[in-house]
Antibody, heavy 117, light 109 residues
Framework: QVQLQESGPGLVKPSETLSLTCAVSGGSISSGDWWSWVRQTPGKGLDWIGEIYHTGGTNYNPSLKSRVTISVDGSKNQFSLKLSSVTAADTAVYYC??????????WGQGTLVTVSS | EIVLTQSPGTLSLSPGERATLSCRASQSVNSRYLAWYQQKPGQAPRLLIYAASSRATGIPDRFSGSGSGTDFTLTISRLEPEDFAVYYCQQYDSPPRYTFGQGTKLEIK
């Protein structure tokens, strides 16, 4: 059973870069799946940020594309999210997921990131 | 961009009753690309249904999905106490993008 665990700072200052990592266990990140980041805010609900393949190929939500970088480290079996120039609107619970059949079939427990000075 | 609208916003029912949740898309959606999730307070969403009608691993058969085109439905045949939660529909689009409905809260009456 694949398990995912997010980690990273819970507080980020405005205009700085949010950085999170997702550790994958119970399976290999090089298994042929895509891996995504999703965030959830009370006001906007669930918002897909982007996805990555183990070879490094990526797709991003057009609304965030200019600020997002997702990368993968196969040797550590993990992938990462960077979101630049953050504002209070980026305060959310961030989840990492494994992509299934055009759906997201395994989720991490989520990590709350607050943007505040 | 395809927009998903879920109704009702809140559904109040009693255990043992049947729940019918709706998800309407602003444009036609390939049925393979429609999924449903359950989320309980403080937890991550859990995949229930993918490809509009296929149950995910370990999901009880009281959960079923149906629909095509722009109208999709999640049905819970007999509500158990643990089924009271928020439910989201999700669609996959091209270029690759996942979008979610705003959710339906299923609460105990």
């Amino acid at each position: 059973q694949v398990q995912l665990q997010e980690s990273g700072p819970g507080l980020v200052k405005p205009s700085e870069t949010l950085s999170l990592t997702c550790a994958v266990s119970g399976g290999s990140i090089s298994s042929g799946d895509w891996w995504s980041w999703v965030r959830q805010t009370p006001g906007k609900g669930l918002d897909w940020i982007g996805e990555i393949y183990h070879t490094g190929g990526t797709n991003y939500n057009p609304s965030l594309k200019s600020r997002v970088t997702i990368s993968v480290d196969g040797s550590k079996n993990q992938f990462s999210l960077k979101l630049s120039s953050v504002t209070a609107a980026d305060t959310a619970v961030y989840y990492c997921t494994r992509n299934g059949a055009w759906s997201l079939d395994h989720w991490g427990q989520g990590t709350l990131v607050t943007v505040s000075s | 961009e395809i927009v998903l609208t879920q109704s009702p916003g809140t559904l109040s029912l009693s255990p043992g009753e049947r729940a019918t949740l709706s998800c309407r898309a602003s444009q036609s959606v390939n049925s393979r690309y429609l999924a449903w999730y359950q989320q309980k307070p403080g937890q991550a969403p859990r995949l229930l249904i993918y490809a509009a009608s296929s149950r995910a691993t370990g999901i009880p058969d009281r959960f079923s999905g149906s629909g095509s085109g722009t109208d999709f439905t999640l049905t819970i045949s007999r509500l158990e106490p643990e089924d009271f939660a928020v439910y989201y529909c999700q669609q996959y689009d091209s270029p690759p993008r996942y979008t979610f409905g705003q959710g339906t809260k299923l609460e105990i009456k």
